[in-house]
């Protein structure tokens, strides 16, 4: 099964956070390994962007670009029109980021890496944490 990862969730992981739910750090060490496919939507990286410039977690966001870049089992998915198009047809009433996170997932038939409340209530995905 392919993943999508919330920001939270890939910010935990890459900086060894133990706030990381056990199904998540699974995913994402056997994305590592080379085993999983996990997407990452171009929104979550403007969003782990704003936190680092912020000084909101230990991490290089120039540190996380590149360990992203060098694993073969990271995708980095484009905010383009295809989001946006999936993003409209859900009726669920998400905060814009987590919106596009769903529908990035939806297109993908993936399931979300994250503990995120609304998203988790929405029941619009399958959730991993």
């Not at 935990?12 to 390994?33: I, M």
């Not at 987590?98 to 990035?104: E, K, M, N, W």
């Amino acid at each position: 099964m392919p993943y999508v990862v919330d920001t939270h969730a890939l910010a935990w992981h890459f900086a060894n956070s133990p706030s990381l739910g056990n199904a998540a750090r699974r995913v994402l060490s056997r994305a590592d390994s080379g085993i999983e496919i996990v997407y990452v939507p171009s929104i979550v990286l403007g969003e782990l962007m704003h936190i680092c410039a912020r000084g909101r977690t230990s991490l290089s966001f120039a540190d996380t670009l590149s360990r992203i870049e060098s694993g073969d089992n990271y995708h980095v998915i484009p905010l383009d029109l295809a989001v946006i198009n999936a993003a409209s047809a859900i009726q669920s009433p998400l905060e814009m980021h987590d919106l596009f996170i769903v529908a990035t997932a939806k297109m993908l038939n993936a399931a979300v890496i994250t503990k995120d409340a609304q998203i988790v209530a929405s029941g619009e995905v399958t959730v991993v944490w």
